[in-house]
């Protein structure tokens, strides 16, 4: 699934637009004119599908209790975004597809400004020596457990068709986003994938991945192997290189 051609967003800067904008936003704490809120009018810019979701009302007193809980603290809007988001999940703590929906858009945000990268197609390794190796991935790659339809939510929205109504599913899996090419990619996985991707990320040897993962497998994945993973990983250019670890 494809998030958007980033050429054909405005980028936003955090370091030279961020100071400004806070600034702003200070202001706008005072008694002010509600449309004239900067950060809620950013906001509602980096977040336009939840925007479309929750309707205009709620997220507005969305956004005034996040601003009233964190007060005049705003180093960016890239910060102020995720606790933005953290908020949600508090005051939606039965609507799980608002805080997934919320991320979808932060890292769909947060990618279209990411720089360039240049991913591995193959590795040039023998097994003996990738089994001894940590995967470094791309530093655009963003990834979360998710337990609902939030990404149908999303592409719905953005097609400007009818979303479907928020569901639980019956199992947990995980989105990834990244950025490749110009383009930034969704793609909707297993938790046991999302499992493998938080081991490597915490250190751990490829060659420590597949008895790690027979310890957490979830049932219906018995074919997902660390090398099929991998091949996937390369062709859709999420890995950076390797670091070959010291053996214990």
């Given at each position: 699934?494809?998030?958007?051609?980033?050429?054909?967003?405005?980028?936003?800067?955090?370091?030279s637009q961020?100071?400004?904008?806070?600034?702003r936003?200070?202001?706008?704490?005072?008694?002010?004119?509600?449309?004239?809120?900067?950060?809620?009018?950013?906001?509602?810019?980096?977040?336009?599908?939840?925007?479309?979701?929750?309707?205009h009302?709620?997220?507005?007193?969305?956004?005034?209790?996040h601003?009233?809980s964190?007060?005049?603290?705003?180093s960016?809007i890239?910060?102020?975004?995720?606790?933005?988001?953290?908020?949600?999940?508090?005051?939606?703590p039965?609507?799980?597809?608002?805080k997934?929906?919320?991320?979808?858009?932060?890292?769909?945000?947060?990618?279209?400004?990411a720089?360039?990268?240049?991913p591995?197609?193959?590795?040039?390794?023998?097994?003996?020596?990738?089994a001894?190796?940590?995967?470094?991935?791309?530093?655009?790659?963003?990834?979360a457990?998710g337990?609902?339809?939030?990404a149908?939510?999303?592409t719905?929205?953005?097609?400007?068709?009818?979303?479907p109504?928020?569901?639980?599913?019956?199992?947990?899996?995980?989105?990834?986003?990244?950025?490749?090419?110009?383009?930034?990619f969704?793609?909707?996985?297993?938790?046991?994938?999302?499992?493998?991707?938080?081991?490597?990320?915490?250190?751990?040897?490829?060659?420590?991945?597949?008895p790690?993962l027979?310890?957490?497998?979830?049932?219906?994945?018995?074919?997902?192997?660390?090398?099929?993973?991998?091949d996937r990983?390369?062709a859709?250019?999420?890995?950076?290189?390797?670091?070959?670890?010291?053996?214990?």
């Open positions: 699934m494809t998030f958007f051609r980033s050429s054909t967003l405005t980028k936003t800067n955090d370091q961020s100071g400004s904008l806070c600034t936003g200070r202001r706008a704490l005072q008694p002010a004119i509600e449309d004239e809120d900067p950060l809620r009018i950013a906001l509602e810019e980096r977040f336009p599908s939840l925007l479309k979701w929750l309707g009302r709620d997220f507005r007193d969305a956004y005034a209790s601003r009233d964190v007060g005049e603290r705003c960016g890239s910060e102020y975004s995720y606790g933005f988001l953290l908020s949600l999940a508090r005051l939606f039965n609507r799980s597809e608002v997934e929906l919320a991320w979808l858009e932060y890292a769909r945000a947060e990618i279209s400004s720089g360039p990268s240049r591995l197609r193959v590795l040039d390794a023998r097994a003996a020596e990738l001894l190796a940590k995967v470094q991935f791309v530093d655009s790659l963003k990834f457990e337990v609902t339809n939030a149908d939510i999303w719905a929205i953005e097609q400007g068709t009818s979303p109504d928020a569901l639980i599913g019956s199992e947990r899996h995980a989105y990834l986003a990244w950025k490749h090419d110009e383009f930034c969704l793609r909707v996985v297993s938790l046991t994938e999302y499992r493998a991707l938080c081991a490597l990320y915490s250190g751990f040897r490829f060659g420590d991945l597949a790690f027979e310890l957490c497998r979830e049932p219906g994945v018995a074919g997902l192997t660390p090398a099929s993973m991998l990983w390369l859709d250019g999420l890995i950076a290189g390797t670091e070959m670890a010291t053996p214990n």
